[in-house]
């Protein structure tokens, strides 16, 4: 895992939260800083200046990293607009936006990318469009005041995910199951939801962590959770459940 530098104590927190989840992201993928210049069209340099808070990167540059790191950029893009709103009053970033967007653009074409990116003003109708209908304004209300907070954000956002799973927990060639995922790989990390979340929390709860209820979101309290078990499994704590906090979790 990359050793980081500190983020500018002036940097806005929803700003930070951004960073901070990309460098995540970055971290679990095992990409470098070259490797990510090549896969996106965006030069090292940027991207040093993004993963520090130095500049906010462009809409393009966030979906880019979601694809080449193989996950949804639905959630990224989301917390992308409410960081656009407080960088500088939104004027700055729109400028900084369309300015590298162009220069991303450009290394695509050269490389032959057809991915075409996207304008700062369309932000809001992607959104839009994701959340659909009567959950889209919830959904952007909540971005604005309380982002991604575990018991407000993260459950209404959800909305149509089950309010509880039961666990089911079960021993099999060696391995403690909880009958909500199979899974032995597949990343789970802070904002997700889901059966394979509650297998992550019914897994944590038998191993003496607490993540709170077993609800299917993977919020504050069951990212603290999976922190505890890393830290006992002496893994790299991040909060992010791989193949190795799995491998933990199921011993």
């Known amino acids: 895992m990359s050793r980081w530098k500190a983020l ?16 995540r992201l970055k971290d679990h993928s095992g990409l470098n800083l070259k490797s990510l210049e090549a ?7 940027s991207w040093e200046r993004y993963l520090n808070g130095r500049n906010l990167p462009p809409s393009q540059a966030v979906e880019e990293l979601a694809r080449v790191c193989g996950t949804d ?3 990224l ?10 960088w500088g009053q939104g004027g700055q970033a729109a400028e900084q936006e369309g300015q590298e967007g162009r220069e991303g653009q450009e290394r695509r074409e050269g490389r032959e990318l057809l991915l075409a990116p996207v304008p700062a003003h369309r932000l809001p109708k992607r959104l839009l469009l994701v959340a659909a209908g009567a959950a889209a304004g919830a959904l952007v209300a909540l971005l604005v005041t ?8 993260l459950a209404t956002a959800h909305a149509g995910a089950p309010a509880s ?22 990343l789970v990390q802070f904002g997700d939801t889901g059966p ?21 979101i993977f919020g504050e309290l069951t990212e603290r959770a999976v922190k ?22 199921r011993a």
């Open 8 to 23: 500018p104590e002036s940097l806005d927190p929803q700003v930070r939260q951004l960073v901070v989840h990309l460098r």
């Open 39 to 45: 896969k996106t069209g965006y030069s090292r340099s």
């Open 73 to 75: 950029p639905t959630r």
């Open 77 to 86: 893009l989301a917390l992308h607009e409410v960081a656009a709103a407080c």
């Open 146 to 153: 309380e982002p991604w907070h575990e018991s407000v954000s």
């Open 165 to 186: 799973y039961t666990c089911h927990i079960h021993r099999k060639d060696g391995r403690w199951y909880a009958g909500q995922s199979t899974t032995r790989d597949d």
């Open 196 to 216: 394979a979340v509650a297998e992550v929390q019914c897994l944590l709860k038998r191993a003496g962590f607490s993540p709170g209820g077993i609800d299917g």
């Open 228 to 249: 505890r078990e890393q830290t006992q499994a002496k893994l790299v704590v991040d909060g992010m459940v791989g193949p190795h906090t799995w491998a933990a979790l």
